[in-house]
Every structure is written in C-alpha cells, then in structure tokens.
C-alpha cells in the first residue's frame, strides 16, 4: 500500500486510523454478519451508530441542549435554498460574500426573497474579509449569512461579524471542527462533511431550536424543512447511513486526539510552518492577507503560470497530488485539514525550498 499527501480542498485526506477500521469492519460490522451499508437505517445496530455520532459531535463542539444536530444530504450547496426556504420569515436576507460559496448562497437567496449584500471582497479576488464590525443591517432581515472559511480563496473570519443582534447563519464546511467554537452565537452552523470530516453525501446542520417551525415558504418541498428531519432525528427518511457512520468514527478520532483545543494548536502549527516559508520564499508568494489567513487552506503562487504548472507535476511526481489551485484563482492551493498530519507539510515545504533553488 502507499498513500500519497494528499492535498485536495475536498473530497479530502481523511484520519488513516479510521480508514483501516471501517475496512476492519467492511465485511461483518460488530458480529452484525453485514455491512454498515447493508443494514436498515431502523435498525437498532444502526440507530447506535447515529446516536453515538450526534452525542460525540454534541461533546466535541459544546453544542447546547437547546440546538438540534441534523445529518442531512444534498451537501452544503441544498442549504444554499433550504436556508431561505426556512428562515425568510421576512423575506429578507444579509449575506457577506466573500467567495464564489456565499455568493452562490446569496445568489440562491434571491430567488426567495430579498438577497441583500451587506459587504463584500470581491473587488479584491476575495483575498481579505471586510471589516464587519459596524455594518448597515436592515431591521427586518432574517438572518446574516457569511461563510466562514473560505475554501477557494483561503480567507477566514477571525471575528465573527457584528450581526446587531440578528441570527447568524454560517457555512463552515471547510473550516468544521478545526478548533473549537462557542455554537451560542450562531442561529445555524453547516457543513458539508468532505472537507474536513467525511465522505461526501452528508451535510450536518446544528440549528437553534426556535428557528425550526412549520412556517417556511410556500411550496417548501417537504424534503427541504427542518422540522420534517428534526422531528425524525434525521431518520425521516433513509438518511446516507454509511457516511454518518464514517463520519462518527472521525467524532470519535478527534476526542482520542484531544478534542478541538488540540486540533486548533495543531493546525496553528501545521499553518505556520507553510505560511513561514511564503512569507521569506523569493519563489512563492500566498495571496491572502496576512490577518485573515485560512488554517486549513493555503493558496499561493509563483506569479508565472508555466512555472506554477511545473511546479504542480513535479509535486505530483514526489507524491503531493492535488495542489492545483482553483481555476478563478490559478496558482497552487494546499489544504490541510485535521487528518493531514505536520510531516506532510514540513515535507512539501522541503520540495517548495528544492524546488525553489532549482527554479531561481
Ligand atoms: C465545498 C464547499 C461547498 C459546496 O459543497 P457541496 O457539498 O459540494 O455542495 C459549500 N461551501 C463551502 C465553504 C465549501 O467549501
């Protein structure tokens, strides 16, 4: 077997411990005689298996008796609708775009209701995030929308924005339990899980219970309301079982690990050492400013796309795969979430330095 560094802003690297469990437990899960994947979603092997995913989430983030943790699909773009469709009470929204997703949320947002962007970066190739102490909120919005990590563009929020008193709703799929959070402040945090927790197919919503009601917009598909799964507690209907049961093992990962406190000092550490050499590198340079850098992904590049391309297909002949950048940016872009351990990058900056003395 050889597994290379993997790279990819998602589907992303997942924790190898948990890969070899679920490939343990493929054929016979527990003396089950079957499959997590061939089992019912109603049974009680698997009702285990969900409960245990939701109290290991409940533990690692704090999340509080009064907010509902659901495992939906349709990934992180559905929420983009199934946001409005929910909460636009009013028929009006804050979103802050900063990068293709929250634009793509307050795109999908208009078609609902009154979609109105409070600030944006997009001036600047969304290599910052406004400052959003003391934005101009109509009174009636429903809610504010950021996305908090900024999976293309490597930006993320360090503070969250100054909503006056409006329910925050947040896209963290590509920043999910990196370090810890304080859920009280937001009205609904989501994630699609292929960046940072899972295999695609699975979107996890923790929303506040008072945001969940049966007034959504007409024609609110019945797929497409909270309440409808929060009610079933996620088993309305037969929900991606397999993924929440690989998701849950990654739960159970992170506690062994040491919680999110740990995470956070790990990916801090993990960040510096490739923020470091970019920023005294005479090849390479980031693209985002310097305060409002991602943890989990880096863009960077060499100012010349011929050499940015050589670059990547000799990362990939030494084993780096997946440091093309995205194609509105160009350049490279390594994402390194939880499960990309600190060897990994201490050993691509090595082969940026070679790299770099060859290319001089
Ligand atoms: C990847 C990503 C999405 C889109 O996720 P899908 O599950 O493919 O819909 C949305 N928001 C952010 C921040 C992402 O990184």
Known sequence: MSRVYNFSAGPAVLPEEVLQQAADEMMDYQGSGMSVMEMSHRSKVYDKIIKDAEQDLRDLMNIPDNYKVLFLQGGASQQFAMIPMNLMKNKKAGYIVTGQWAKKAYQEAGIYGEAI??????????????????????????YVYICENNTIYGTKYKELPNTKGHTLVADVSSCFLSEPVDVTKYGVIYGGVQKNIGPAGVVIVIIREDLITEDTLPGTPTMLKYKIHADADSLYNTPPAYGIYICGKVFKWLKAQGGLAEMKKRNEEKAKVLYDFLDQSKLFKGTVVAKDRSLMNVPFVTGDADLDAKFVKEATEAGFVNLKGHRSVGGMRA????????????????????FEAENA
């Open 335 to 354: 994402s390194i979430y939880n499960a990309m351990p600190k060897e990994g990058v201490e050993k691509l900056v090595e082969f940026m330095k070679k």
């Open 117 to 142: 962007k409070l600030a944006s970066s997009e001036d600047k190739t969304f290599s910052y995030i406004p400052d959003c102490s003391d934005l101009d909120i109509p009174e009636d919005v429903d």
